[in-house]
């Protein structure tokens, strides 16, 4: 015992001095936190550009009801407004203080009621209808309970509280959409909430192929996989673990691990891929009814196809996705689905997207970034400057 907690500290101590190792100029703790810093004001500004883009196609997929697959009527409380974590770069960039509790507000949902409701980037709503909503769960609670519409909600903005009435419509399908700070082609579904990874939606060329990685996610939902998937592992592990102890009775211990891991291993996967071909077929459905155009959509996995080609069959027995030519075939099969029962719809495929930070001849992107990022410092002094006018002109 002695020995390996002697082993266990060396091992400890070896990893904490490798990773304190450095190499070049030296950079003080000041240093990287003034360019953590620097980097997450980049980020909420580039929220500015990529949210509303999410927004507007998140309230049109759960505005559009699929026939035969949820609600004949809407039901879910829906405030369509975009909110998130009041998190501490967000307090320094929005210039809230510590003692103000509540969800951030990152703007409206175009299309919904609320899209021309009196909220901004960085105001925080900190009760909704008489409930304090100091977190996530407190203000979609609060949204779900809302006895009328609109409802008053008491938001912190510039230091001072101010009412503003926000409408709560009635959706189809439950589910809130936000932006994952990754570079991945990811998009992910847990329970309600939708996470959008900044990778694809710079991966993605229109509307249309972004909805139905979208559509692909609420799909993900409105099925209910995240609950499902908690019972299946919980299963599997009872039923592989008490083979495991079997093996490990008649051989020696852990070898009945090491043998019962990977197969567990390989049926996970195998209920995560037929859990993803549910979501592939319902997300068109629910993209294509949301008005979308899929045909044009569904394109998107033939550049993941062609991209990041899947090779290996222990590679694709370990993988929770269908291979990306896989899922490209199935989809043009739905697209062929659709297109035999409703051959009166009209397919239009949604315009490219421009760049969505405007920059100038010779500037290379990051520049226009910290140009913006500049004007934006330069407009909050002019303000401040003009209420301290104010204020000395009222005395």
């Not at 997450?40 to 997929?61: D, E, H, S, V």
């Not at 009635?170 to 936000?178: G, H």
């Amino acid at each position: 015992m002695k020995r390996n907690l002697y082993c266990l500290s060396l091992l400890v101590i070896a990893v904490f001095v490798v990773s304190c190792a450095s190499t070049g100029p030296k950079v003080s703790r000041e240093e990287k936190k003034r360019k953590e810093e620097e980097f997450n004001a980049k980020f909420l500004l580039a929220t500015q550009n990529w949210l509303p883009r999410i927004y507007r196609i998140g309230y049109q997929l759960v505005s559009a009801s699929v026939p035969g697959h949820g609600n004949p009527q809407p039901k879910f409380g829906f405030a369509g407004i975009g909110v998130d974590e009041l998190k501490d770069y967000a307090r320094v960039f929005y210039k809230v203080d510590k003692s103000v509790k509540g969800v951030l507000v990152l703007g409206t949902y175009p299309g919904s009621k609320a899209e021309f409701v009196d909220l901004r980037a960085g105001d925080v709503i900190v009760k909704l209808d008489g409930r304090k909503t100091k977190s996530l769960g407190g203000y979609f609670k609060a949204v779900r309970k809302a006895r009328q519409s609109p409802v008053t909600a008491e938001v912190w903005r510039d230091g001072g509280i101010i009412p503003v009435e926000i409408p709560i419509e009635k959706v189809y399908y439950n589910a809130q959409f936000f932006l994952a700070p990754t570079p991945d082609v990811d998009a992910h579904a847990a329970f309600s909430k939708i996470a959008v990874g900044i990778g694809a939606i710079r991966y993605c060329r229109n509307d249309d192929e972004l909805a139905v990685i979208m559509g692909h996610e609420l799909a993900h939902t409105t099925l209910k996989h995240s609950l499902k998937k908690i019972g299946v592992t919980t299963a599997t592990g009872i039923v592989y673990g008490v083979l495991a102890g079997a093996l490990d009775v008649v051989t020696f211990s852990g070898v009945g691990s090491a043998l019962i891991w990977p197969v567990q291993s390989a049926t996970d996967a195998a209920i995560s891929r037929r859990y993803e071909r549910e979501a592939d077929y319902y997300g068109m459905l629910h993209t294509f009814f949301a008005g979308y155009d899929v045909e044009s959509g569904s394109k998107i996995f033939g550049k993941l196809a062609t991209d990041a080609p899947s090779h290996g069959l222990m590679a694709y027995t370990f993988s929770t996705h269908p291979k990306s030519s896989e899922r490209f075939l199935r989809l043009e099969k739905i697209v062929e689905e659709l297109k035999l029962k409703y051959p009166e719809r009209n397919w239009q495929k949604s315009p490219d997207w421009e760049i969505t930070i405007p920059v100038t001849p010779g500037e290379t992107l990051d520049e226009a970034v910290n140009r913006l990022l500049e004007e934006k410092r330069l407009e909050e002094e002019a303000k401040a400057e003009r209420e301290k006018d104010a204020t000395q002109q009222a005395a």
